[in-house]
């Protein structure tokens, strides 16, 4: 959100009743009519004033365009209005889970190459193979040549696993 106070969104309440009448081509009389019919709910100032934003004067528009060019009653609005809510909300919880099961998916699959990696080295072990290290830890350089370990060093004997090498 932003912190420019001077900056509104639709959604803001900012418009005074006899403004929105006059932008949505409606008499205030019939705004209010609608206020109490629950089509729009504007905002309220701290003097209970209705505030009007510019959502709304766009929904005040199309109530009345379903109610004159489509014939259709306040009743009929209302419901309408209430299922056009409901099937925005459905959409938003949709990309919402979308997004939660793509990152759930990515997780998954993180999930199923570390178990492969895992069940291939539990196999390796139960198949006889030793872990050899891949660098002695004192002297840095790689014991997998054959040779023998440095004195005062010990191999790690047949079936113990190294976990400096996990």
Known sequence: MS?????????????????????????PQTLRAYDRLGLVSPGRSAGRGRR???????LLREVQRLSQEEGINLSGIKQILELGAELERARRLLAEMTTEMAQLRA??????????????????????????????VRGGSSSGTGAAPPAGEQQAAPGTADTANL
Not at 3 to 26: C, M, W
């Open 52 to 58: 009007y934003s510019l959502r709304d004067v766009v």
């Open 107 to 136: 997780e998954l699959e993180s999930t199923r190459a570390v178990a492969a990696r895992l069940a291939g080295l539990v196999r390796n072990r139960a198949a006889g193979a030793q872990l050899v290290p891949v660098r002695n």
């Open 3 to 27: 912190t420019n106070p001077y900056e509104v969104s639709d959604d803001t309440p900012v418009y005074v009743i006899s403004v929105a009448a006059e932008l949505s081509g409606l008499h």
